[in-house]
């Protein structure tokens, strides 16, 4: 089987790369880039024009697009994870670790 390609970018401050097994059209890098700079947009607190930017600088309520479905995401992570810590916070006697962890 041939090695994947490897597309590699800067964004959010950090280095990516994204292996896959035929290079990806220039559409879909398009729809990615795309996507993280919306995400940045909102959620960079390294961005003087964010959302998160301008929250911290007054108060009021806001509207952040897609923190519902983000902050969900997180709460499945966390609630999927956290039987894997060590020892878990949650409940020992649940913990997935080893006992000798």
Do not use: H, K, N
């Not at 919306?38 to 024009?49: C, L, M, T």
């Amino acid at each position: 089987m041939p090695p994947p390609d490897a597309w590699q970018f800067e964004a959010i401050g950090t280095a990516w790369q994204i292996d896959t097994a035929t290079p990806l059209d220039d559409d879909i890098r398009t729809e990615v880039l795309e996507r993280i700079d919306e995400f940045d947009r909102v959620w960079s607190r390294f961005r003087a024009d964010s959302l998160v930017s301008e929250m911290a600088t007054r108060s009021g309520s806001w509207e952040v697009p897609d923190a519902e479905d983000l902050l969900g995401f997180y709460d499945e992570l966390y609630e999927a994870c956290l039987l894997y810590t060590s020892p878990s916070p949650r409940d020992r006697t649940r913990s997935r670790m080893p006992s000798s962890a």
